[in-house]
């Protein structure tokens, strides 16, 4: 199976600042790779898809880049409503099929 | 407006059996590839299985496969997992989850996710 690798696991920002989330694929996953949020008690949201494509009614704040092995999720200008866990997923394997998620990375207040 | 609703969750023995229902509402049902995802207490997300939209491609994680069948019934508008010799540690909220991706096939991305369903498995 293909192994994903978020990194950092925990980050600690203020409102206002850059953050990066990276994802290592095992292998190359081209850009099949899906990026959610999730909060305490809720079920994840789709966020970006196809590596770079923003989900419909998600704010432009949210970026994602990459191909191949590595992917990274840029949110330009963090919001109170943006602390969350966000976790990669990747949907590239077909034989055998195994859909993979990162461990994921919990954005904290500062 | 898209709606996911589970159903079925609860507490279970080991080696015992549950079944798991996602009724499904606000778009052809019939035309979208469904998917379980798990969440144990506390942990990350863990793709659980997939079936197509006629139900012709069904995958498993190898964590159950053997043991979970994943069905759909289009007339019900309904998803289904029927988890078999359950251990501790398929203790999760169950997620049910559509395919963003119209295909013949099943396993990409979902753009819609249920509530969840607990099942917690323990003596």
């Known amino acids: 199976d293909i192994q994903m690798t978020q990194s950092p696991s925990t980050l600690s920002a203020s409102v206002g600042d850059r953050v990066t989330i990276t994802c290592r694929a095992s292998?190359?996953?081209?850009?099949?790779l899906a990026w959610y949020q999730q909060k305490p008690g809720k079920a994840p949201k789709l966020l970006i898809y196809?590596?770079?494509s923003l989900e419909s009614g998600v704010p432009s704040r949210f970026s994602g880049s990459g191909s191949g092995t590595e992917f990274t999720l840029t949110i330009s200008s963090l919001q109170p409503d943006d602390f969350a866990t966000y976790y990669c997923?990747?949907?590239?394997?077909?034989?055998?099929?195994?859909?993979?998620f990162g461990g994921g990375t919990k954005v904290e207040i500062k | 407006e898209v709606q996911l609703v589970e159903s079925g969750g609860g507490l279970v023995k080991p080696g015992g059996s549950l079944r798991l229902s996602c009724a499904a509402s606000?778009?052809?049902?019939?035309?979208?590839?469904m998917n379980w995802v798990r969440q144990a207490p506390g942990k990350g997300l863990e793709w659980v299985s997939s079936?197509?939209?006629?139900?012709?491609?069904?995958y498993y994680a190898d964590s159950v496969k053997g043991r979970f069948t994943i069905s759909r019934d289009n007339a019900k508008n309904s998803l289904y997992l029927q988890m078999n010799s359950l251990r501790a540690e398929d203790t999760a909220v169950y997620y049910c989850?559509?395919?963003?991706?119209?295909?013949?096939?099943?396993?990409?991305?979902?753009?819609?996710w249920g509530q969840g369903t607990l099942v917690t498995v323990s003596s």
């Open positions: 989850a559509r395919d963003d991706v119209l295909s013949r096939s099943a396993g990409y991305y979902f753009d819609y």
């Open positions: 606000g778009f052809t049902f019939s035309s979208y590839s």
């Open positions: 079936i197509s939209s006629s139900s012709s491609y069904i």
């Open positions: 292998q190359s996953i081209s850009s099949w």
């Open positions: 196809k590596a770079s």
């Open positions: 997923q990747q949907y590239n394997s077909y034989s055998p099929k195994a859909l993979t």
